[in-house]
Every structure is written in structure tokens, then in C-alpha cells.
T-cell receptor, first 111, second 116 residues
Framework: GEDVEQSLFLSVREGDSSVINCTYT??????LYWYKQEPGAGLQLLTY?????DMKQDQRLTVLLNKKDKHLSLRIADTQTGDSAIYFC???????????FGTGTRLLVSP | DSGVTQTPKHLITATGQRVTLRCSPR?????VYWYQQSLDQGLQFLIQ???????AKGNILERFSAQQFPDLHSELNLSSLELGDSALYFC???????????????FGPGTRLTVL
């Protein structure tokens, strides 16, 4: 079945890089997403990667995909206090279907 | 601001009652998805509509139903409410096939439902 797992918590200092990891089980996952949720807010789409890609970079964000190990990571360069939030990994078998979400990783950035 | 709107923002009601949550997708988006976020279940897909038709169903209880209207807004109806239905309910929308946002789901701010 579909299962997406993430570590629950990550704490970093401002200016450091953050790496949030995710593993998934569905080998038919075609699209893999990263969403950010701030307290009391909805989910903000940060970026996504198609399964035939290994890497995608978007400003401070770098997504790495290891399809063989079914492992996805999100690297945030020069992490700022405003990056403190919960980050969700999600997968979809196609781009037009339900998202299966991980449990979310709470990122705490200290000054 | 994602462009997806949801009303109301908060809803407090009693067990056994019925409520309706409303969602307006982004302009031009034909697909609407409903998700439930709770502490014990996390984020779970409930149901998807595309251009007025139900397209996919997830872990949606029989007490819950949804529809998408000709103007593409959607409503999620929750009836015979139980304490365990207390959660954040999100609506998301995505663009039609052939459009750049076809693979992207944009989420509304959510409706927080509290059942007492």
C-alpha cells in the first residue's frame, strides 16, 4: 500500500542548511511534493519533482530523489527563522490524483 | 494566498449535528479535492471532484458527502457529527489537463471544525 514516512522533528541554527528526509513505499509514485504548513495556516506548495528526475533546485530549495531507495529529501540553504514550520512530503501516482502525505517534520530554526 | 477560498474559517457545533463546508477553487481550476487533518490520522484524502463529477474517493465516511456545483465551487457535508470528526478540513484545487498547474494542488486556508 501507500505509505510515506518522515522524521518528526528537526532543529537547526539560523544560517545553517536543513535537510528533511522522506521515504515512500509506492513504486508507482510519479510525482513527489514538498508542502510547508505554518501555524494556523493552510498548506503551501514549495516544490515538486517528477520521478524521472534526480534533482531539482529552486532558489534556496534543493530536492533530491533516490528512486531505487524510494527516498526524497528537501534541503533548505541558509535557513531562516521564517522557515520554522511543518514540512510535509507527499506522493501521487499521477499528477491528477490524491496526494498521500507523510506525518510531517517540524522544523525549528533558532537564532 | 493560494487563490483557494474556504468558509467558514471556524465552526463549533454539537454531536449529532450537520454542517456544510464550502470551497471555491482557483480561477480556471476544474478539480477540487477535500482532505482532513487530525492529530491521530494526519492528512487524509477524502474525495475529489472534476468539473462537477466525482472522480475519486478516499477514506470518506458514509456520514460525509460532497458535491461540486456548475460554478465549480464545492461543498462538503458532514452529518451525525461525532467528537472524532473534530479536525481541520482542507480543500485544494488543480488545473485542467494541458495546463501548467495540472500536477499541482493548491490548498485553501482550511476550516477548523470543533465538535463538542
Amino acid at each position: 500500500g501507500e505509505d510515506v514516512e518522515q522524521s518528526l522533528f528537526l532543529s537547526v541554527r539560523e544560517g545553517d542548511s536543513s535537510v528533511i528526509n522522506c521515504t515512500y513505499t509506492d513504486s508507482s509514485s510519479t510525482y513527489l511534493y514538498w508542502y510547508k504548513q505554518e501555524p494556523g495556516a493552510g498548506l503551501q506548495l514549495l516544490t515538486y519533482i517528477f520521478s524521472n528526475m534526480d534533482m531539482k533546485q529552486d532558489q534556496r530549495l534543493t530536492v533530491l530523489l533516490n528512486k531505487k531507495d524510494k527516498h526524497l529529501s528537501l534541503r533548505i540553504a541558509d535557513t531562516q527563522t521564517g522557515d520554522s514550520a511543518i514540512y510535509f512530503c507527499a506522493e501521487s501516482s499521477t499528477g491528477f490524483q490524491k496526494l498521500v502525505f507523510g506525518t510531517g517534520t517540524r522544523l525549528l530554526v533558532s537564532p | 494566498d493560494s487563490g483557494v477560498t474556504q468558509t467558514p474559517k471556524h465552526l463549533i457545533t454539537a454531536t449529532g449535528q450537520r454542517v456544510t463546508l464550502r470551497c471555491s477553487p482557483r480561477s480556471g481550476d476544474l478539480s477540487v479535492y477535500w482532505y482532513q487533518q487530525s492529530l491521530d490520522q494526519g492528512l487524509q484524502f477524502l474525495i475529489q471532484y472534476y468539473n462537477g463529477e466525482e472522480r475519486a474517493k478516499g477514506n470518506i465516511l458514509e456520514r460525509f458527502s460532497a458535491q461540486q456545483f456548475p460554478d465549480l465551487h464545492s461543498e462538503l457535508n458532514l452529518s451525525s457529527l461525532e467528537l472524532g470528526d473534530s479536525a481541520l478540513y482542507f480543500c485544494a484545487s488543480s488545473g485542467p489537463p494541458g495546463r501548467g498547474s495540472y500536477n499541482e494542488q493548491f490548498f485553501g486556508p482550511g476550516t477548523r471544525l470543533t465538535v463538542l
